[in-house]
């Protein structure tokens, strides 16, 4: 309203004030379309416009994070009490295994980055913590490769630096990014053109209703009516149109005009614009951006999947194991020279929406007469009986 009362003011000052003008100097006051203004495409800014202000974004987030993390890792071809699966069990005082995971995959899918560090007594790994990317700085070396991380915290800068030999203190997972070298593009900045729509969509109801739930119009003045209106009419104008006629406990109020002045409703309204639409298509390619089914997060106009079901199995197969697996296989290399090679691998039959493949699996491998006993266990990924 500030906008559209200045804008009538100046169209008001430049007509005289003393004689009338013709019927066809009638002006008109309205607001016109802007220029968009995109979020700045970096982490912090796409976790405060995304993940903490952003439904979708944060549901999905949490559902990867949460899926992904509840998802055991299992150490193949090693003894019961291993000292890596201790560490992965309980990698800080502060963490559970799962807890630290879902930080870690809760920071790929905000930031594209996740780093991890080693705390090494004599040489043996005793924790790991997840540091915040928005802190953590890679420092490419000579060849382009990185050297060295700076961690940023308290005004104060720790570098990491790689080594030639050994473990590395720092374990860097990156999600792929076609056009940088060391850092990872997040699904955030794939999908922010449907962020910023979708949280445009938002502001905008919620300006509907803070501005009685329709849309504004347009104030105007017919300078053939009378004269142009002076300083101190124009303040109470303003003043009187800011505290009786804006906000939602002001709706439906008539509106009192004088002076020439007429209130000319726009046609415009949410459904010509079609925002819902716009808004839910918003949420639907951040949900693809995540790889989460929109199923999953309650999104209308998705028929991609029969049932909820259905939408869950394709979520852990198409977007959580591949996580997990890569995950994984990061971990395992990165404490080999502690531990010695290692392989760890996501247990499967711990996932209860692949429940139902399993018991198809068992029931097709249990009617197999060619196979023999070992063979059938191997086939449902158990070993052969000792």
């Given at each position: ?15 005289p ?11 008109v006051?309205?607001y ?5 203004a ?11 416009e ?5 439904a ?7 559902l ?11 150490l ?5 009490g ?9 990698p ?19 930031s ?6 080693c705390v090494?007594?004599d ?5 790991l ?9 890679v ?13 940023t915290?308290?005004g104060?800068?720790?570098r990491y ?9 720092i374990?860097?997972?990156t ?8 850092y990872g ?9 449907a962020l910023?729509i ?5 502001a ?8 009685a739930?329709r ?18 009419q ?5 003043g ?7 906000g ?7 509106l009192l005009?004088e ?9 415009l309204s ?7 639409e716009?808004?839910?298509?918003a949420?639907?390619?951040i949900?693809?951006a995540f ?7 309650g ?5 991609t ?5 259905e939408a869950?199995r394709a ?6 194991i ?8 990061s971990?395992?290399q990165?404490l080999e020279?502690?531990?010695?090679p ?7 039959d711990a ?5 139902p493949?399993?018991e198809?699996?068992w029931?097709r ?9 070992d063979?059938?266990?191997e ?8």
């Amino acid at each position: 309203m500030p906008n559209l009362l200045t804008r009538l003011t100046r169209a008001i000052a430049r007509a005289p004030a003393t004689k009338a003008a013709p019927l066809s100097a009638t002006r008109v006051a309205f607001y016109g379309e802007g220029r968009a203004a995109w979020t700045p495409r970096d982490g912090g800014a796409l976790a405060r416009e995304g993940f903490q202000r952003n439904a979708v974004v944060h549901r999905a987030v949490r559902l990867v994070a949460e899926a992904a993390a509840a998802v055991p890792l299992s150490l193949t071809d090693a003894a019961a009490g291993h000292p890596l699966t201790a560490l992965l069990d309980r990698p800080n005082p502060r963490e559970g295994g799962a807890r630290l995971r879902e930080t870690l995959y809760g920071h790929l899918m905000v930031s594209g980055n996740a780093y991890l560090e080693c705390v090494a007594l004599d040489g043996v790994p005793r924790e790991l913590h997840a540091l915040r990317p928005d802190r953590m700085r890679v420092v490419p070396g000579p060849d382009g490769w990185p050297a060295a991380y700076d961690y940023t915290v308290g005004g104060r800068v720790l570098r990491y630096h790689r080594g030639d030999e050994g473990m590395s203190p720092i374990l860097h997972l990156t999600l792929f990014h076609p056009t940088d070298d060391h850092y990872g593009l997040s699904p955030m900045e794939a999908a922010a053109v449907a962020l910023d729509i979708h949280n445009a969509a938002g502001a905008w109801n919620k300006a509907l209703l803070d501005n009685a739930a329709r849309p504004s119009g347009a104030l105007v003045f017919a300078a053939a009516a009378g004269n142009g209106l002076s300083d101190t009419q124009f303040t109470r104008l303003k003043g009187e149109l800011e505290t009786n006629y804006q906000g939602a406990g002001n709706a439906g109020r008539p509106l009192l005009l004088e002076g020439g002045l007429d209130w000319k409703p726009l046609s415009l309204s949410p459904k010509d614009m079609d925002f819902v639409e716009a808004k839910n298509g918003a949420a639907r390619e951040i949900a693809l951006a995540f790889g989460v089914p929109p199923l999953l997060l309650g999104l209308p106009g998705d028929n991609t999947h029969a049932n909820y079901a259905e939408a869950n199995r394709a979520f852990y197969r198409q977007t959580v194991i591949p996580l997990v697996r890569r995950t994984a296989e990061s971990l395992a290399q990165w404490l080999e020279p502690a531990f010695g090679p290692a392989r760890l691998e996501p247990d499967l039959d711990a996932i209860e929406a692949l429940a139902p493949e399993r018991e198809s699996l068992w029931r097709r491998v249990q009617g197999a007469d060619f196979l023999s006993e070992d063979e059938k266990r191997e086939a449902v990924g158990y070993g052969a009986r000792g």
